[in-house]
């Protein structure tokens, strides 16, 4: 008896596992990352704000989100294998704000600095100023990927961070192209989709 109750036990355990990946968010590469293994190298697009104006036009109202291509506080995660060069092209889509892009280490909600600034930036690597730039220009933003760990990229622009404007940055080791997952425990159901 036990033993059978034993193999019951396990039989369920392996379901639950079983399942458990199968709801596990895969990575997908969007539109937005262009991979060239052969260089090691990525390309990355990302536009601030990207999201607002799709929001504004379904409520009429302007909500408190400001995302990276309709991503925020950490509901997308973009991966890069170690040693790749990183090349991303930062444009800020808002309409009214300024907004900037850095490379941080990772961040408590309850650590978050108010405003972040050059020396939080890892490996040096953020837009110039960390104020922002303007609506419609952009910036481009080339880094290493030098060390395996999880970092955010996140905006530096007065107390953005705390606001939720930084999304997930993994720098993983035996990755074959960068990637990025989306976090839909993490997304609510009533926002527009991020960018494809
Ligand atoms: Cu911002």
């Not at 506080?73 to 170690?82: A, E, F, K, M």
């Not at 405003?115 to 730039?133: E, F, Q």
Request: aromatic fraction near 10%; glycine fraction near 6%.
């Amino acid at each position: 008896m036990a033993r059978c109750a034993h193999i019951a036990l396990l039989a369920i355990i392996a379901l639950g596992l079983f399942n458990g990946t199968a709801l596990a968010a895969e990575p997908l590469v969007p539109s937005w990352i262009k991979n060239a293994p052969a260089a090691k190298t990525v390309s990355i697009e990302i536009v601030a704000d990207w999201n607002q104006v799709e929001r504004y036009r379904r409520d009429n109202i302007r909500t408190d989100i400001i995302d990276f291509n309709g991503y925020w506080g950490g509901n997308l995660t973009i991966i890069v294998p170690t040693d790749w060069s990183v090349e991303i092209t930062f444009i800020n889509g808002s309409l009214s704000f300024r907004h900037s892009l850095m490379v941080t280490r990772v961040y408590a909600q309850s650590e978050m600095p108010v405003k972040l600034t050059a020396k939080d930036a890892i490996w040096g690597a953020y837009t110039d100023p960390p104020g922002g730039i303007q609506t419609n220009e952009r910036r481009q933003l080339n880094f290493v990927a030098q060390q395996a760990g999880d970092y955010f990229l996140a905006c530096a622009r007065q107390t953005h961070l705390m606001d939720g404007h930084w999304i997930g940055f993994e720098v993983r080791d035996n990755l074959n192209n960068a990637a990025a997952i989306v976090h839909n425990d993490k997304f609510p159901q009533d926002q527009p989709p991020g960018r494809p």
